[in-house]
């Protein structure tokens, strides 16, 4: 659907279909044809983007290009935006005078976040696991690096539950934050101290004694899933704990 | 929820359902050793619906794995997805376990091992 504004405006559909594209790119042509300043194209309605889009994206920036008038995206959210990073198309989108790129208003610039906070029952981390996973769903991550994250995120609430000592008012705080290429995940909690990143893995690929391995598989799992792991205790009180992970 | 049907008199194929965590892994624990208890030799553990496994999932299944062995069967992990998969890859539990593609196929070593 165009809306055609003083400074024309087109926003950018969810659902693109053939029968809709046929007349999509019919408008833009005529529109061009009158010679706007510059074509804004409304990414506001992008929360799942697909190859269609991708590919309508840039021929609407083709098409721009040929007419000779700048097109500008806006409201573009994170999964638009990473989507095209990851294919090496940001640039040409976004740059090379074309324009900025306004960035949806939860969302900071080259970043997204989430911040729970959550009671350590199996009910509240459950809901705070589901509250995670639909924010990652947002990312279009890869589908094996989404579920590393949601299992990280179990393990770790988990076991802050198990064995964190916590009371049933405590509460665990949790932010998720994307910067560029990697996601970092923060858990502060008033546990007892606890550091994970001192605890000796038990896992030896030497060791035939498989027995072993039934323990500390939760602490493995965190390791091995993310990049990079540190702790800080904080004012004798809290335990902070950060893991980092690169985009797959 | 986890759910159970007796093959022969040595095979009995455990469905764990669609998650095996914290919640459930000791009943899980509880329903594979009281399935060694009763006789079955080859436990086909069926992940064909399993969609999140916790490392004290992964632990209900290892603690159990030595116990079938030493009787001369087995716990045979079949239909588990990629990321079932991934998970025991992580864990460099690939080569220990014993996986195999489909029931089919799992039934087959159970024969094949007696």
């Known amino acids: 659907m165009i809306v055609i504004k003083q400074k024309p405006t087109i926003l950018f559909p969810a659902e693109l279909t053939?029968?809709?594209?046929?007349?999509?790119?019919?408008?833009?042509?005529?529109?061009?044809?009158?010679?706007?300043?510059e074509i804004e194209l409304d990414c506001s309605a992008l929360d799942r983007v697909t190859s269609?889009?991708?590919?309508?994206?840039?021929?609407?920036?083709?098409?721009?290009?040929?007419?000779?008038?700048?097109?500008?995206?806006?409201?573009?959210?994170?999964?638009?935006?990473?989507?095209?990073?990851?294919?090496?198309?940001?640039?040409?989108?976004?740059?090379e005078g074309k324009g900025e790129v306004e960035i949806d208003g939860t969302e900071t610039k080259y970043a997204a976040s989430l911040q729970l906070r959550f009671k350590v029952t199996v009910e509240d981390i459950n809901r705070a696991l589901d509250k995670f996973r639909d924010f990652l769903m947002r990312l279009n991550l890869g589908e094996i690096c989404a579920f590393d994250l949601e299992t990280v995120f179990y393990e770790v609430a988990t076991n802050i539950r198990l064995h964190g000592g916590l009371n049933k008012d405590?509460?665990?705080?949790?932010?998720?934050?994307?910067?560029n290429d990697r996601i970092s995940l923060l858990f502060v909690d008033p546990g007892i101290l606890f550091d994970?990143?001192?605890?000796?893995?038990?896992?030896?690929?030497?060791?035939?004694?498989?027995r072993n391995l039934s323990?500390?598989?939760?602490?493995?799992?965190?390791?091995?899933?993310?990049?990079?792991?540190?702790?800080e205790r904080v004012n004798n009180r809290l335990n902070v704990l950060t893991l980092e992970k690169k985009f797959i | 929820?986890?759910?159970?049907?007796?093959?022969?008199?040595n095979m009995i194929i455990i469905n764990p359902g669609k998650v095996l965590d914290n919640?459930?892994?000791?009943?899980?624990?509880?329903?594979?050793?009281?399935?060694?208890?009763?006789?079955?030799?080859h436990i086909i553990l069926d992940m064909r619906e399993l969609e999140f496994l916790s490392s004290a999932g992964v632990g209900s299944i290892l603690?159990?794995?030595?116990?079938?062995?030493?009787?001369?069967?087995?716990?045979?992990?079949?239909?588990?997805?990629?990321?079932?998969?991934?998970?025991?890859?992580?864990?460099d539990l690939r080569d220990y376990l014993t996986i195999k593609p489909n029931e089919e196929a799992a039934k087959e070593f159970c024969i094949t091992k007696d």
């Open chain 2, 1 to 9: 929820m986890i759910s159970q049907k007796a093959l022969d008199k």
């Open chain 1, 18 to 37: 053939v029968g809709f594209l046929s007349d999509f790119y019919s408008q833009l042509d005529n529109l061009l044809q009158d010679s706007p300043g």
């Open chain 2, 23 to 41: 919640n459930n892994a000791h009943e899980m624990a509880d329903t594979i050793s009281t399935a060694q208890a009763e006789g079955y030799k």
């Open chain 1, 52 to 95: 269609i889009h991708v590919s309508t994206l840039w021929q609407v920036h083709i098409m721009c290009q040929q007419a000779s008038i700048p097109l500008r995206l806006s409201s573009v959210k994170y999964g638009l935006e990473r989507v095209l990073r990851v294919l090496d198309l940001y640039h040409l989108l976004v740059d």
């Open chain 1, 170 to 179: 405590d509460s665990v705080l949790f932010t998720a934050s994307l910067a």
């Open chain 2, 63 to 91: 603690s159990a794995v030595d116990v079938s062995r030493k009787k001369g069967g087995d716990i045979i992990l079949c239909n588990a997805s990629k990321k079932i998969l991934h998970i025991l890859e992580v864990l």
């Open chain 1, 215 to 231: 323990r500390g598989l939760g602490l493995r799992m965190i390791k091995r899933m993310m990049d990079d792991i540190s702790y």
């Open chain 1, 196 to 210: 994970p990143t001192r605890k000796a893995s038990t896992c030896d690929q030497q060791q035939r004694n498989y």
